[in-house]
C-alpha cells in the first residue's frame, strides 16, 4: 500500500526535461518543420542541451531534415533510446515506421505514441525539448497540451491571408488549452533574387507581424524564402548547419534566443 503512485490530473512532467515548447501552424507547408529543426540546432549551437521529438504523426519530416534513418533501439523493450544528430537529441514517429508506410490510427492510438515519445524515450538532461506537432488544430495537440507541462508554443505562419485564418484558430485552441503562446514567427517572407538582390514579397509581407501585433503576443522574426533552406532541408542538415553565417541561419539564430 502507498507504493503505487496515486493517479493525478495534470501535466506529468517529462524527467530531465527543464522547457517544452511546441511548434504549431494553422496550416501544412508553411515551414513548420524547418522552423522546428533550424530552432533545435540554433538552441544547441548556443550552448543548450536541446531535443527535438517530432510529434508530426502524419507527415514526420525529421528524419529527412536531420538526416537519420536508423530504428531507435530499445534494449529492455521499454525505453527507447534517442538518435543524435548535429548537436540534437532526436525522436521521430517517422523512425518507428516502415518507409511509405501510411500512419490509419484513431485517436487513441495516436495518444499511445505520443505517450511513448514523450516518456519512454530517454531524453536525459535538457534545456530545452522542441516538439514539430501537425499543422492544425486535432488529437495530438490536445494530448500534448493537457499532458504535459509545454512552456509555451510558436506559431509560424507565410504572410498570406489565407494562412493566417488557420493561424488564429491555432492561437484560439492554445488560449482555449491555456499554453502561452510565446510568439509568431513569419516564414517565406521576402525573396532575394540571387542575380540582382531585388526584394520580392512572393507570399506577401509583414502580415503575421501585423497580426501578432493586433492580437497582443510578441513577434519573434521573420525568415526570407531562400532555395539553401528547401536545398539544406532536403539534404539532412537544415541551413543552420550548411551555412551558419548566412542571413536565414541568422534569423533563425536569432528567433531561438528570444525563446
Ligand atoms: P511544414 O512542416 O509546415 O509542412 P516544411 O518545413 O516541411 O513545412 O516546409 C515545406 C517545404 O518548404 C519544405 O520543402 C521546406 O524545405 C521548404 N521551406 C520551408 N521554409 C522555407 C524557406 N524559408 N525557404 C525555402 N524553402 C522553405
Redesign the pocket.
Known sequence: LGRHPTPQAGPEPVPGVRTIIAVA?G???????????NLAVALARAGKRTGLLDA?IY?P?QPR?MGVSERPKSPDGKTIIPLHAHGVTLMSIGLMLKEGEAVVWRGPMLMGALQQMMGQVAWGELDTLIV?LP?GTGDVQLTLSQRYPLTGAVV?STPQDVALLDVRKALDMFDKLKVPVLGMVE???AYICPNCGHEAHIFGHGGARAEAEKIGIPFLGE????????????SGAPVTVTHPDSP?ARAFAGIARRL
Open positions: 501552424s496550416k501544412g507547408g508553411v515551414g513548420k518543420s524547418t522552423l522546428a529543426a508530426d507527415g519530416s531534415m514539430d499543422p509560424v516564414n517565406m517572407s525568415i526570407p524564402l531562400d532555395l539553401k533552406v528547401r536545398v539544406a532541408g532536403d536565414e
